[in-house]
């Protein structure tokens, strides 16, 4: 509910734990896929990344008219196969090949996002993780 019709602040989310979900799919680079375990276990990644895939699409939406050049026709290009995604059908969702699909999109959804609020000097709800940055041991 807004205050005298002021508008409703924007809804957050939790970066990390998309991250999480994502990489539950798609495995650790040098590892390989990880096992999507059964029907109930792919079904609940499939709920959780359709639902961080919708949040995603409306706050890179929001986002796309600060990018340019190759970085815009990449926003543009991963909202329209976001977009297709939430078309498909849950019990397509489940199947492992669209779970990575979901997972890939919402990967780069999050980087996309995180890249305009670098750029607005807005902080972006994370910390660098991942095997790049922010593990020990790892290159900064």
């Known amino acids: ?40 276990h792919r079904a609940h990644l499939a709920g959780l990344l359709r639902g961080q895939l919708q949040q995603l699409l409306e706050e890179v939406g929001d986002d796309v008219t600060w990018m ?21 059908s849950y019990r397509e969702t489940r199947e492992p090949d669209r779970l990575q699909d979901l997972a890939a999109l919402t990967r780069a959804l999050l980087t996309l996002h995180c890249m305009g609020s670098l750029c607005r000097g807005e902080p972006t709800g994370e ?5 790049y940055r922010g593990e020990p041991g790892a290159r900064r």
């Open 1 to 40: 509910m807004t205050v005298l019709g002021a508008p409703a602040a924007p809804a957050r989310f939790d970066a990390g734990q998309i991250r999480r979900t994502y990489c539950t799919v798609l495995g650790q680079p040098r590892v390989g896929l990880p096992d999507l375990g059964g029907e109930e």
């Open 68 to 88: 340019r050049g190759e970085t815009r026709e990449t926003a543009d290009y991963v909202l329209g196969r976001g977009r297709s995604a939430l078309a498909w």
């Open 127 to 131: 910390e660098p993780t991942g095997p």
